[in-house]
């Protein structure tokens, strides 16, 4: 970037430096105090010196909206880019990210998030704890599994996952209630039906933890050695309704699908207590007790009535 | 957040003529065309036209792809259901693309398909904006 650019324009909102063949964006941007929109897409950036030393205290950290760095050599996304405290919005598509980092819940503003055309092979929990986040795009990538806690963006309008290598989706995905457009094109969905995977029988430990749980046997710290305590406190209740019952390490893994719209079939995985246990309702809805074979069709008409553009075919 | 459908005229009822407005990553199902003729010309950007065979009558296996292409700026493709059916898609991450689409006669429901089983299911399809004006739904 050239040297004088902050003195030459002091009231630079939009920056476009797209297309230009730059490996780096050094201190002139430091000191653009207006500075709203940076367009880098189709550079070459992504070594050290892609982004400028010293971001975390230029006023560019809290006016800076707007940053699309697509198409550039990221492998990684840049720590100083996680200081940009006001961004809203950001592009990483196009690049070589082979991850997202878990500090990504700092850019807690943002609202559109966009790491197609990457190498992803996992998203990380935190990524959940963006509250604003709106569109996510992460179609494109290697990405095998969602992690459940996806489920808790509570603002999430769009998601796009299309050419992954997604073979089951996590049940929770129904709890995501202002999503309008899902996208699950290209990836390996399981269509035919899975027969229950393995369940690994409970250890002792397993099983006296849960007759502790579900009996209200009372215990105090002073009982018990201190990892048992802790071990206690870890107890995931099934989800089942009418089970009530709890696990530990010990759970059944079940992928049932959830018809959706009467058109497509979502494979969506349960955990489970036990084999004998049936799979349980959508979280999200506060409905009576059914019979087991017509939780999916509940399930699926609570959630079509929510996902209106599945872009699954 | 996905593609809108922009109508320019709708050549007293002949024709509807519209722009499509595709972002980075968008892409439309595999759809037919309702027994009209369609003709597409980028304005901007690039498309990627992936053709499809039509299903069996009972339809519960992959679709079968036919071939695809990536349609440059200025290159024009036309489609009807005798040829077959197809998704059309940005598949740039970088940059959005725009499209011309001609459809005569109009037609405002069609057939998307589940590429995965063949199933189709009957769609409405809606307009972004009409003669330059935001449509409310």
Not at chain 1, 64 to 85: I, K, M, T
Not at chain 1, 96 to 107: A, F, S, V
Not at chain 2, 31 to 54: A, P, R, V
Not at chain 2, 61 to 66: D, P
Request: hydrophobic share 35%.
């Amino acid at each position: 970037l050239p040297a004088g650019l902050s003195q030459w324009f002091p009231a630079l909102e939009v920056l476009d430096v797209s297309g230009t063949g730059l490996t780096e964006m050094g201190t002139e941007l430091l000191s653009l105090p207006c500075l709203h929109t940076l367009l880098a897409k189709n550079n070459r950036l992504g070594g050290p010196g892609s982004l400028p030393k010293g971001l975390e205290q230029a006023p560019l950290a809290r006016s800076l909206r707007v940053l699309n760095l697509s198409g550039n050599r990221f492998s990684e996304v840049p720590p100083a880019l996680l200081q940009l405290r006001g961004l809203r919005s950001l592009s990483l598509g196009g690049n070589r990210l082979h991850g997202i980092p878990p500090d990504i819940q700092e850019l807690h503003s943002l609202e559109f998030l966009y790491l197609g055309g990457n190498f992803i092979t996992a998203i990380p929990p935190e990524l959940a704890k963006l509250p604003s986040l709106r569109y996510l795009v992460l179609c494109d990538n290697k990405i095998q599994s969602i992690p459940p806690q996806l489920a808790q963006l509570h603002s999430l309008r769009s998601l796009s996952l299309h050419n992954n290598l997604l073979t089951y989706l996590p049940r929770e995905i129904l709890n995501l209630v202002h999503l309008d457009e899902l996208s699950l094109r290209g990836n390996p969905l399981v269509v035919r039906f899975v027969r229950d995977l393995t369940y690994n029988p409970p250890s002792l430990q397993e099983l006296a933890g849960r007759t502790i749980k579900t009996r209200n046997v009372p215990y105090a710290p002073s009982d018990l050695p201190e990892s048992l305590v802790r071990y206690l406190s870890l107890a995931s209740n099934c989800p089942n309704p009418k089970c009530g019952g709890v696990y530990f390490d010990s759970c059944v893994r079940q992928i049932k699908f959830v018809d959706f719209c009467g058109k497509y079939r979502l494979p969506l995985m349960h955990y489970l207590c036990s084999p004998e246990c049936s799979s349980p309702f959508s979280s999200a809805s506060q409905s009576s007790t059914s019979q087991s074979e017509s939780d999916s069709e509940d399930e699926a008409s609570i959630a079509a009535h929510r996902m209106q553009k599945v872009l699954l075919g | 957040f996905r593609y809108t459908r922009n109508l320019v005229d709708n050549g007293n009822g002949k024709f509807n003529l519209m722009i499509l407005c595709w972002g980075e990553g968008h892409g439309s199902s595999i759809h037919d065309h309702t027994d009209s003729h369609c003709f597409m010309k980028i304005l901007q950007g690039n498309l990627k036209e992936t053709l499809f065979e039509w299903p069996e009558k009972k339809g519960n296996g992959e679709m079968t792809k036919k071939s695809e292409r990536v349609l440059r700026e200025n290159q024009c493709a036309y489609i009807n259901d005798s040829i077959g059916l197809h998704r059309v898609e940005n598949i740039s991450h970088t940059e959005p693309a725009v499209s011309l689409h001609l459809y005569s006669p109009p037609f405002n429901t069609c057939n998307t398909f589940d590429q995965r089983t063949g199933h189709k299911h009957k769609v409405t399809m809606t307009f972004y904006s009409q003669f330059g004006e935001r449509t409310v739904c």
